[in-house]
C-alpha cells in the first residue's frame, strides 16, 4: 500500500516523551506519565505518526503544568 503525504504538523509537547512518540518505546515513562501520554494520544490521534522532535527544549505549561517541552514533527499521511 502507499501512502500520500497530506501535512505536516509541529506542536510542543513533553520532551521526555520523545521515545514513546518516535520508537513507540514508553519503558521511560512512570504511571503517571504513561497514563497522560496515553490519554493524550488518544484525545490527538492526527497527531501520533510523530516523525522527529527538535533538538532544543524550552519551558513551558503543557496541561496546566510547567515542564521542559520540545517541538514534534507529525506527518499527516492518507492511503492512496
Known amino acids: 500500500m502507499k ?4 501535512d505536516t504538523i509541529e506542536f510542543d509537547a513533553p520532551a521526555h516523551w520523545a521515545s514513546a512518540f518516535i520508537n513507540g518505546d514508553t519503558s521511560g515513562l512512570e504511571d503517571d506519565d504513561l ?3 496515553e490519554a493524550w494520544c488518544e484525545a490527538n490521534p492526527e497527531l501520533t505518526n510523530v516523525v522527529g522532535c527538535g533538538e532544543d527544549t524550552f519551558i513551558g505549561r503543557f496541561n496546566g503544568l510547567q515542564c521542559e517541552l520540545v517541538e514534534y514533527t507529525c506527518h499527516i499521511i492518507e492511503a492512496e
Open 35 to 37: 497514563a497522560e501520554f
Open 3 to 6: 501512502y500520500k503525504l497530506i
